[in-house]
């Protein structure tokens, strides 16, 4: 069964750093997400990406967030000065085109789990 | 209301039993609802989903239900297994959205 396909599963980095979220969605899916929950909360939705640009966004989503489709493949997540509050698991997503109204199911990576100190 | 933290609301049955987990939305332009099981270090995993045409859809041993005029979704789970054991999310969308908007989540714990 296809997958999403998400790197690194842990990473730990100091506050005021840098960090790349990698993901690998599913080959035919369009569109393509990030998501992140802190532990014990519910998903919060962060950004959608379509046809190279962002669709959509959510507050949490500020200057310090950006999104990338290096390649035809990856889709990444930048946090350009990690804060304490950032630590959270990121979770990747992607879904196919559809036209109409309806049935939009996104699939899930395993997430990215990240820690900062 | 919104996520309440730490302290999500668990349903606890016995293994075999029917479980019904419950959920409530806000928006009334809401106009597809989906069903996600999360278990432990794992991301959501697509269980159900249900148009806002209809009232009830049907799966293999899981059924939801829609009622628009409360704002009302369930899920449920016929003869409850141990691995179903895990936290489940309702998420809507609406009109000219792709992305989800979830729920505050209902831990399931099954008792063998």
């Known amino acids: 069964e296809p997958e999403v396909t998400q790197t690194p599963s842990h990473q730990v980095t100091q506050m005021g750093q840098e960090v790349i979220l990698r993901c690998v969605p599913i080959?035919?899916?369009?569109?393509f997400y990030w998501y992140r929950q802190i532990l014990g909360q519910k998903v919060e939705f962060l950004v959608s990406?379509?046809?190279?640009?962002?669709?959509?966004k959510s507050e949490i989503f500020d200057d310090q967030f950006s999104v990338e489709r290096p390649d035809g493949s990856n889709f990444t997540l930048k946090i350009r000065s990690t804060k304490l509050e950032d630590s959270a698991m990121y979770f990747c997503?992607?879904?196919?085109?559809?036209?109409?109204?309806?049935?939009?199911?996104?699939?899930f990576g395993a997430g990215s789990r990240l820690t900062v100190l | 209301g919104e996520s309440v933290g730490l302290h999500l609301p668990t349903l606890s049955v016995q293994e075999g039993d029917n479980s019904i987990i419950n959920c409530a939305y806000s928006?009334?332009?809401?106009?597809?609802f989906i069903w996600y099981k999360q278990e432990s270090g794992k991301g959501p995993q697509f269980i159900i989903d249900?148009?806002?045409?209809?009232d009830k859809r049907q799966g293999q041993r899981v059924t939801v239900l829609l009622n628009k005029t409360v704002k009302h979704l369930s899920l449920q789970i016929a003869a409850t297994q141990p691995g179903d054991s895990a936290v489940y999310f309702c998420?809507?969308?609406?009109?000219?959205?792709?992305?989800?908007?979830f729920g505050s989540g209902t831990r399931l714990q099954v008792q063998p």
């Open positions: 998420a809507e969308n609406g009109p000219g959205r792709r992305a989800l908007t």
């Open positions: 080959s035919n899916h369009l569109y």
């Open positions: 249900i148009r806002s045409n209809m």
């Open positions: 997503a992607s879904s196919e085109y559809y036209k109409g109204s309806g049935a939009n199911v996104l699939t």
């Open positions: 928006n009334s332009a809401s106009d597809y």
């Open positions: 990406f379509y046809n190279n640009e962002i669709s959509e």
